[in-house]
């Protein structure tokens, strides 16, 4: 007998069960997993960003750059975006049916989030029911999919965001909101929406936040818009407190950690296996995105490294001020800098170790790090393709002048070079490993048992029982 009676609601017009698939960027997320779960009666969600295509015989096309510019590079990079997600959309349809329900997620700070987005939209008829968007606040999101007549999920974290997004642009087409994604900034994987009032280090519960959220829908007369809880939703029987909770009101559930472990999933079997031995914060929150945004990852030598890096971190002064009086050379050409006394004693304990090539970032700090590692960052700095609306590491901005104006960061790292590794390679060590913090409870998990991987029919059938 079933543990649990989930009812079925109805989703970007059609009655689907409330189980969504949460969208995955750069291929981890396609068309042949989102295609099962909406087949499997859900509503499944391919990635828009950076999508993978295939040639003739079904192989998977790379994306390679030869644009000497970066504004060459950000054209093809815009190009190999809207055929992936085109190819995506078409191979999740094939799979699901005409009547199952589609969506299509994107990032509103990956680069050309709106072109890629109108093309795809304008070239998808009948195979996209609905756009999920985050990262940022998308406020255009809403009049893009109203002209294509397709519904539209802002990702959110508060109440507050919700209230600015819908004053400035969204009550001009709340006929196809068809939901609104709370994204648990504590608990979510991939970049989260933590914003500087919030303490990373202090979760909240989700609980009160979604029942704030749901009082200022109803401000605004969006009484029967489902709420989507994502982040941190492993089994529904946990979750009874919103299911039918009346100051919640119609809620569905998305899921992106655990889809990551199905036979449909296009991760590789390295990374599959990696998650089934995570442990107990093994998923850490951190800031190296080149977004500027807080994000959660599996706790592997990539993100060790990247702290490392930071650790390995001191002011310094261009000439002699206050206690920065010590004079340092620094680089091929040893020009001086000037440091505290004790910051110098740590630098040259760094340089003894064998990091000695000094980098420095936009806030007149110094990192420490080897020669190799100096070479790399410097690299894929150069070789920057405009994936992000602006970019941190490579200080590329999606305006005028193709900058941020400030100083590349060489603390942070390319996310579309490490993304695109980890989708296409075995190295799950060595990438950037996104991950929900409830990941490591695929160890746990007696339907894992003995390293078992279900197919998403099977996953969405265990989670419609409350498991």
């Not at 009550?171 to 303490?199: I, M, R, T």
């Not at 261009?318 to 440091?339: C, K, N, S």
């Not at 910051?343 to 040259?348: G, N, S, T």
Request: hydrophobic share 40%; aromatic share 8%; glycine share 10%.
């Amino acid at each position: 007998m079933p543990l649990f009676s989930l009812e079925p609601m109805m989703i970007s017009g059609r009655e689907v069960l409330p189980l969504i698939e949460g969208g995955k960027g750069v291929s981890v997320s396609n068309g042949e997993s989102s295609g099962a779960w909406a087949k499997a009666g859900g509503v499944g969600t391919f990635s828009g960003v950076n999508a993978d295509h295939t040639d003739a015989n079904g192989n998977v096309v790379r994306q390679i750059y030869k644009g000497k510019t970066r504004r060459e590079r950000h054209d093809e990079l815009i190009a190999y975006a809207i055929k992936g997600a085109l190819h995506q959309a078409r191979v999740a349809r094939d799979i699901a049916g005409p009547e199952a329900r589609i969506h299509m997620n994107i990032l509103w700070e990956m680069g050309a989030a709106e072109p890629i987005l109108e093309a795809v939209l304008e070239e998808s008829k009948g195979l996209i029911d609905g756009v999920t968007c985050g990262a940022g606040m998308p406020y255009k999101i809403a009049e893009i999919c109203a002209k294509h007549g397709v519904y539209y999920y802002p990702i959110i974290s508060s109440a507050r965001a919700f209230r600015a997004l819908w004053k400035r642009a969204y009550h001009k087409f709340s006929a196809l909101l068809g939901g609104v994604v709370y994204e648990d900034p504590w608990l979510a994987g991939g970049h989260n929406g933590l914003s500087n009032a919030e303490d990373p280090r202090k979760p909240e519960p989700p609980l009160p936040r979604v029942i704030e959220l749901r009082k200022q829908m109803n401000e605004f007369g969006l009484h029967r818009v489902p709420i989507v809880m994502a982040g941190g939703v492993w089994r529904l029987d946990e979750w009874k407190d919103f299911i039918g909770n009346p100051d919640v009101g119609p809620c569905a559930f998305q899921f992106g950690t655990r889809p990551l472990l199905t036979q449909e999933s296009p991760i590789s079997d390295a990374w599959k296996h990696r998650l089934l031995t995570l442990k107990p914060g093994d998923v850490l929150l951190h800031r190296f995105s080149p977004t500027g945004f807080y994000s959660s990852a599996v706790k592997n030598p990539f993100l060790l490294e990247l702290e490392a890096r930071s650790h390995r971190q001191i002011a310094y002064q261009t000439h002699p001020v206050g206690e920065h009086d010590i004079p340092f050379a620094i680089g091929a050409r040893g020009r001086t800098v000037y440091l505290a006394a004790r910051d110098k004693l740590h630098a040259e304990d760094w340089v003894r170790q064998g990091y000695t090539e000094a980098m420095r970032t936009p806030d007149s700090t110094l990192i420490f790090v080897t020669p190799a590692k100096a070479a790399e960052i410097h690299e894929d700095q150069v070789n920057c393709m405009g994936c992000l609306s602006a970019c941190a590491f490579s200080n590329w901005a999606q305006n005028e002048e193709g900058t941020t104006g400030k100083k590349a960061d060489p603390r942070s790292f390319c996310i579309q070079k490490t993304l695109q590794d980890i989708s296409h390679g075995a190295d799950v060590e060595n990438q950037l490993m996104f991950a929900g913090h409830n990941a490591y409870r695929f160890a746990s998990d007696p339907f894992y048992s003995n390293g078992y991987i279900p197919t998403v029919k099977e996953l969405v059938g265990r989670i419609a029982t409350g498991q």
